[in-house]
């Protein structure tokens, strides 16, 4: 379906122009987060990699140069606490996260739903504001 019409009305041609520009931005979008999303799964990767290469190099350190690498239970068991606190307080930042944009999509579609009747309601304002002002025939 062609939108394109040889209107000169600013309107008619600016229509046609956010028209095409959202179609063009429906069609890219997809491919903007697949690769964000990518590129969020590749630095993780990285991350990890990184801190088990620096965690195995340090470990062979310590062994071939005869250092104990025990812990006390007491120290082993704060590491342990302390990190599934992390992993909790992450969860649960995340569910926080996720619920604010699910509240800002409903609210975002609630809107779209919305704005016609917002336009409307200021046509009629516009309206009223300008009928003492016209001619009457």
């Known amino acids: 379906m062609s939108t394109e019409t040889q209107s000169s009305d600013v309107y008619s041609v600016y229509k046609q122009n956010v028209q095409k520009y959202f179609e063009n931005i429906s069609k890219v979008t997809p491919q903007y987060f697949q690769s964000i999303t990518h590129l969020q799964e590749e630095c993780l990767k990285a991350c990890e990699k990184s801190i088990n290469a620096s965690v195995s190099m340090n470990q062979e350190i310590a062994k071939k140069s005869g250092l104990t690498t025990e812990i006390p239970s007491s120290a082993k068991s704060a590491f342990v606490d302390a990190n599934k606190q992390f992993v909790q307080a992450s969860t649960v930042n995340?569910?926080?996260?996720?619920?604010?944009?699910?509240?800002?999509v409903q609210n975002i579609k609630t809107f779209n739903d919305n704005v016609n009747a917002f336009a409307d309601l200021n046509?009629?304002?516009?309206?009223?504001?300008?009928?003492p002002f016209t001619q009457k025939n």
């Open 123 to 131: 046509k009629n304002i516009i309206q009223s504001w300008i009928a």
């Open 94 to 104: 995340n569910q926080i996260v996720k619920t604010t944009i699910d509240a800002a």
